[in-house]
């Protein structure tokens, strides 16, 4: 265990529930990110949607309409036909930008059976971390994440949550230890409120957080090998909650990037 990561545990106690409230949703003011609001809002008020899927960059290429990613949604299609799940993930999201979307409309009135979310990659960015700084980036993830949990507990009552740790970042070693961090304090508030944990760190990278080959496109991004691994880990929760998936799939069709189509 590196000493940032000890020092990290050391110096981190629980979020407070103050930092939670006082937790700031942000919405992004880009056009095309407008756009894709739109598109998830009314993504939300079509189809069946039991299995909802939260997130950024990393959850939105494995579930979109993109042709850049049709591997990764037939990847995703392999996994979760049948189980009616939708993506509503945005590429370059923080945890301030993910709230501000459930805040917003996108979740109202789904009522799905299980959510899945990943959120924090890009809180955590390309900076470079010391102990303090990593302290200072870890309660605002972690926040930010608490936060997002609560609304979606708010708005989807009878969901059950699978929450995913925070992915490494082979772009940015120094980051590794503050995100061993966030997770271990995930796993412990999971705990804490009956939520599943994910957590395949392990699984995708070495102790140090770096990626082992294949299982990343840019040491960031997973690849096809990545994602089978993130659904090889939800996929015994998504049976034990829904049983074993349709023949038909009622969810509504994939959404994508505006910019993509233009």
Not at 82 to 91: E, L
Request: proline content about 5%; charged content about 20%; hydrophobic content about 40%.
């Amino acid at each position: 265990m590196s000493l940032l990561r000890i020092s990290l545990i050391t110096l981190m106690a629980t979020t407070s529930v103050n930092a939670i409230a006082q937790f700031q949703s942000l919405p992004r003011q880009d056009e095309n990110s407008k756009i894709a609001h739109q598109q998830l809002l009314d993504k939300a008020g079509k189809g069946r949607i039991d299995v909802y899927f939260l997130g950024d960059s990393i959850t939105r290429r494995w579930g979109c309409s993109d042709r850049a990613y049709s591997d990764l949604y037939e990847n995703w299609r392999s996994h979760f036909h049948g189980w009616n799940a939708a993506n509503f993930g945005w590429g370059g999201d923080t945890t301030r930008n993910v709230l501000w979307r459930v805040q917003n409309g996108e979740l109202d009135g789904v009522n799905p059976k299980v959510i899945v979310l990943q959120a924090g990659t890009n809180d955590i960015g390309g900076a470079a971390y010391d102990a303090m700084k990593g302290q200072a980036k870890a309660d605002e993830v972690v926040a930010g994440i608490e936060a997002i949990l609560a609304t979606c507990q708010e708005k989807a009552p009878r969901a059950a949550i699978l929450l995913t740790g925070v992915f490494p970042r082979g772009d940015n070693p120094t980051a590794n230890p503050v995100i061993s961090a966030i997770n271990d304090r995930l796993a412990h508030l999971a705990k804490e409120h009956d939520i599943r944990f994910i957590n395949i760190n392990n699984q995708l990278a070495d102790s140090e957080g770096r990626p082992h080959d294949g299982m990343t496109v840019d040491g960031l991004h997973l690849s096809v090998t990545g994602y089978d691994l993130w659904a090889a880990a939800l996929k015994p929760h998504l049976t034990g909650i829904l049983g074993a998936p349709d023949d038909e799939d009622l969810a509504p069709p994939p959404t994508g990037d505006p910019s993509a189509a233009n």
